[in-house]
């Protein structure tokens, strides 16, 4: 069974730092893109960023190019995304999504529980 | 960035009525490599969203067949046949055709 779980959320105040991490299982981890997404409060929902399953090629959203990183270990199944300088427009729940395989194509096929991530002081 | 719009935003339905959901693109989904990579996604409350459909009309494993898809170039929709409790929540339209990745704003379906 496919499974994505997030960690790392919490309160943070505008201009600080959090580490998301998300551990995946029931798959071969290294063989799949990942992506972030992300929902605000009450509201839909955001692609934040792209990573190839090498970690070769990555792609940011522009709301968080500059601040966001994401990154992966293949030999430890995890995705991470590394949100500095961060702001209240920031706040939300952030998902880790599988990028769909050869069958299904380009979509999301998997998603985690996501982790909330608030900005205030 | 191609832009999602659904139609409508919120669908009140009644137990064991069809529901229908539109979603048109800014610009064609076609890929060149003749894919269009259309995805319906819901979102049960208090739930991370879910695949229902790919490839505009592809049902995702473990999806009843109560729910159909369907359109092409610009223009899709999602079919409820007939609505049962567990189907509230809101979908999402989303297209993975050209980067960025974009959803629709979303339909709420509830039952009347």
């Known amino acids: 069974e496919v499974q994505l779980v997030e960690s790392g959320g919490g309160l943070v105040q505008p201009g600080g730092s959090l580490r998301l991490s998300c551990a995946a299982s029931g798959f071969t981890f290294s063989s799949y893109e990942m992506n972030w997404v992300r929902q605000a409060p009450g509201k839909g929902l955001e692609w934040v960023s792209y990573i190839s399953s090498s970690g070769s090629t990555i792609y940011y959203a522009d709301s968080v190019k500059g601040r966001f990183t994401i990154s992966r270990d293949n030999a430890k199944n995890s995705l991470y995304l590394q949100m500095n300088s961060l702001r209240a427009e920031d706040t939300a729940v952030y998902y880790c999504?599988?990028?769909?395989?050869?069958?299904?194509?380009?979509?999301?096929?998997?998603w985690g529980q996501g982790t909330l991530v608030t900005v205030s002081s | 960035d191609i832009v999602m719009t659904q139609t409508p935003l919120s669908s009140p339905v009644t137990l064991g009525q069809p529901a229908s959901i539109s979603c048109r693109s800014s610009?064609?989904?076609?890929?060149?490599?003749?894919?269009?990579?259309l995805s319906w996604l819901q979102q049960r409350p208090g739930q991370p969203p879910r695949l229902l459909i790919y490839k505009i009309s592809n049902r995702f494993s473990g999806v009843p067949d109560r729910f159909s898809g369907s359109g092409a170039g610009t223009d899709f929709t999602l079919k409820i046949s007939r609505v049962e409790a567990e189907d509230v929540g809101v979908y999402y339209c989303m297209q993975a055709t050209q980067f960025p990745q974009t959803f629709g704003q979303g339909t709420k379906v509830e039952i009347k």
């Open positions: 999504a599988r990028e769909g395989g050869h069958i299904v194509g380009a979509c999301f096929d998997y």
């Open positions: 610009q064609s989904l076609v890929h060149s490599d003749g894919n269009t990579y």
